[in-house]
Nanobody, 128 residues
Framework: QVQLVESGGGLVQAGGSLRLSCSASGRTFSSYGMGWFRQAPGKERELVAA????????SYADSVKGRFTISRDNAKNTVYLQMNSLKSEDTAVYYC?????????????????????WGQGTQVTVSS
């Protein structure tokens, strides 16, 4: 079992940037891919970005491609989400989740059922 804690959310103006962090403890972090999800009021939780255990494979939702970057530091047991050029539609609670399958090489095509061990979330609000 892995415990995840998100941080870095806040209020930012449209066009601004934020960097989210997700710190992991418990299960061997470096063996598992990670994902960032978001959930806006009244909407389902959606995958925003994912990264493989090694960092060699990443994938992004079409809505954030070119604006968001996922990365990880296995020495610090932390995964990051750098968010640039933020839009009002990026407003949501952001969660990180851990891949349920270790040593997965390709994180393309994954979805919510492939992740678990959710953190408590961090609110991102983008004002227009």
């Amino acid at each position: 079992q892995v415990q995840l804690v998100e941080s870095g959310g806040g209020l930012v103006q449209a066009g601004g940037s934020l960097r989210l962090s997700c710190s992991a403890s418990g299960r061997t972090f470096s063996s598992y891919g990670m994902g960032w999800f978001r959930q806006a009021p009244g909407k389902e939780r959606e995958l925003v970005a994912a990264i493989s255990w090694s960092g060699a494979s990443t994938s992004y939702a079409d809505s954030v491609k070119g604006r968001f970057t996922i990365s990880r530091d296995n020495a610090k047991n932390t995964v990051y989400l750098q968010m640039n050029s933020l839009k009002s539609e990026d407003t949501a609670v952001y969660y990180c989740g851990a891949d349920l399958k270790p040593w997965r090489r390709d994180v393309g095509g994954l979805g919510r059922p492939d992740f678990g061990s959710w953190g408590q979330g961090t609110q991102v609000t983008v004002s227009s």
